[in-house]
């Protein structure tokens, strides 16, 4: 035999099985109340007959064993007369089964043959179709043996079941198109957040990610669920305008340095093959355009996996003291025009576990962008402390500065307050970008501070406690 659930076709709507299984419940539930009901019902009525007709039979056996004679008791029918009741019959029969007189109240006395009982009996029959309680009791006086017999036609108890039956079947017809309406109405409420979902992505399908789901005031499950689907789709839209947004970048900055190699590359091969100083600058330039273009890619794809694919690799204890010491020195020596003071608030056993050259590239990025705005005011400061909690980098330039309207857009990918300016300088307005995507793998964050005109400081901070699957450790 097939399941309820097998017989359900496989492509039908999620409303309409809710519908289904909900009316199915709501009709199960009904129609087990209503049995359970007409079984208490039954019974009852049942109990009721036999107690009727016990309480009748413990009245005439009382009343008939204060007879003296067989005489009193022909006369004490007037009495049982008066204690009958509607559809009964009361009978006394003598010993040898005849019968001394009947009362009867739309009961035939040839439903029932007359018999002299040895023992006290309450039984059911349907001699006639009808269904009839037949209660016998011996009783003994003076001068008489015989049986008291009491016939109950259980007409009205027919009737009563007849019409609970007739009002179960109505009832539950009623019940089964009531119970497809609720099940209806109850999917409808469940399914009003998602069916409002499935709306609103229809919305963006059309006309673009900007759509969002309206929340309920009630706070369910349906309101979480349309909770997660607006941030993901904030997330969802943050994500392509960002990609968006670096597919136009990149295509501006790789364009320049494009157009200029195809320039040069025209010229050499229009006359410049001829005219080696004209052939020696435009592959000069050529070359350094090519180099931009290799940097620029390199950052790229620094970006895009985050020179994390060492995720498996076990990292070591650094001593920080000494990489920002050498990087220091480094950029003293290719600038010896720049004063760069270094204040480390740190000891020499000071460890993180962290990516040597991730670190290295970190402070390079910020210490060469101090360079390249800084080129007024030659000074630069570098300050390396840590607190409980975390390591903490404060790099200072007092060079162009930024405005305060930029300073939120600087980090992102290919921006540049001033691109004509960054682009002679030689940057690509990727090394911020990169700078953050090293320290959001270390759950590190980066802020920049500055007054334009004045002065700029960017402070990055590495947390030193254990923090993911990345160790950190203070010595």
Do not use: C
């Amino acid at each position: 035999m097939k399941s309820v659930k097998a017989l359900l076709p496989k492509s039908i709507k999620i409303k309409w099985k809710l519908t289904f299984w909900a009316a199915l419940l709501i009709l199960f539930l009904f129609l087990s109340y209503t049995f359970v009901q007409y079984v208490v019902i039954m019974k009852w009525v049942n109990n009721h007959e036999r107690q009727t007709i016990q309480k009748n039979m413990e009245e005439i056996y009382a009343y008939l064993l204060e007879a003296d004679s067989e005489q009193e008791i022909l006369e004490s029918k007037a009495y049982i007369d008066i204690l009958n009741e509607h559809h009964q019959l009361i009978r006394i029969v003598s010993e040898n089964n005849s019968v001394l007189f009947t009362i009867t109240n739309k009961v035939p006395k040839n439903w029932v043959s007359s018999q002299s009982a040895l023992k006290e009996e309450l039984v059911e029959m349907s001699p006639k179709g009808d269904r009839l309680l037949v209660y016998r009791k011996p009783f003994e006086v003076t001068g008489f043996k015989g049986t008291i017999e009491i016939v109950r036609n259980l007409e009205n108890f027919e009737s009563l079941i007849n019409q609970i039956t007739t009002l179960v079947i109505i009832t539950g017809l009623v019940a089964i198109i009531l119970s497809f309406v609720g099940g209806r109405i109850l999917s409808f409420q469940l399914l009003k957040p998602i069916n409002s979902m499935i709306r609103t992505m229809k919305s963006i399908k059309e006309n673009g990610l900007n759509k969002r789901v309206n929340i309920d005031k009630q706070h369910d499950e349906m309101t979480e669920l349309g909770i997660m689907f607006n941030e993901l789709m904030d997330n969802l839209e943050t994500s392509f305008q960002q990609q968006q947004q670096f597919v136009e970048d990149a295509s501006h900055e790789l364009k320049t340095p494009l157009t200029i190699i195809h320039g040069h590359l025209s010229l050499i091969n229009r006359w410049g093959k001829d005219n080696p100083q004209t052939l020696e600058r435009s592959l000069n330039l050529s070359l350094n355009e090519t180099n931009r273009l290799i940097r620029m890619v390199s950052e790229l794809l620094t970006l895009s996996r985050g020179d994390f694919s060492t995720s498996t690799a076990v990292l070591e204890d650094i001593k920080i003291k000494g990489v920002v010491e050498d990087v220091v020195e480094n950029f003293l020596t290719l600038n010896p025009d720049y004063n760069i003071s270094s204040s480390i608030d740190i000891s020499k056993d000071f460890t993180l576990k962290i990516f040597k050259n991730h670190l290295e590239q970190i402070i390079i990025i910020l210490l060469d962008n101090a360079i390249k705005y800084s080129k007024n005011k030659k000074e630069i400061e570098l300050k390396v402390k840590h607190s409980e909690n975390s390591l903490a980098i404060e790099i200072k330039d007092y060079g162009v500065g930024i405005p305060e309207e930029d300073l939120p857009l600087v980090i992102n990918r290919f921006y540049r307050v001033d691109k004509a300016r960054s682009r002679k300088n030689g940057g690509n307005g990727l090394g911020l970008a990169i700078a953050k995507r090293l320290l959001e793998y270390y759950k590190g964050s980066i802020e920049i501070q500055s007054v334009y005109g004045e002065w700029t400081k960017v402070i990055i901070n590495i947390p030193l406690r254990k923090d993911s699957d990345v160790l950190f450790r203070k010595k």
